[in-house]
């Protein structure tokens, strides 16, 4: 049975950092690509960043792009959101997705399973 399950959310102030886990189970890391996303109140879900199958090659959206970096451990089947420099345009709900590809893009037809997401709020 596939399951995601995301954690490390939090309040944290402008500019503070955190990092977010995607914990994976019933199928391998090797075999499919994991995207980040986030939805914001009011807004539609939009692709933050994503990892190949491969781990060779990784997605950022522009808006998050030298500020947050996604990486993977194999060995714990997870894959890893850092969050630095964070913004209050940041705070989302934040999910991770397993797509059905090896590859990675930012649309949401291309998930097959979703975790139950992870809150993250920056405020002062």
């Known amino acids: 049975q596939v399951q995601l399950v995301e954690s490390g959310g939090g309040l944290v102030q402008p500019g503070e950092s955190l990092r977010l886990s995607c914990a994976a189970s019933g199928f391998s890391l090797d075999d499919y690509a994991i995207g980040w996303f986030r939805q914001a109140p009011g807004k539609e879900r939009e692709g933050v960043s994503c990892i190949t199958s491969s781990g060779s090659s990784t997605l950022y959206a522009d808006s998050v792009k030298g500020r947050f970096t996604i990486s993977r451990d194999n060995a714990k089947n997870t894959v890893y959101l850092q969050l630095n420099s964070l913004k209050p345009e940041d705070t989302a709900v934040y999910y991770c997705?397993?797509?059905?590809?090896?590859?990675?893009?930012?649309?949401?037809?291309?998930?097959?399973?979703w975790g139950k997401g992870t809150l993250v709020t920056v405020s002062s």
């Open positions: 997705g397993k797509r059905r590809a090896t590859w990675c893009n930012f649309a949401n037809y291309g998930v097959d399973y």
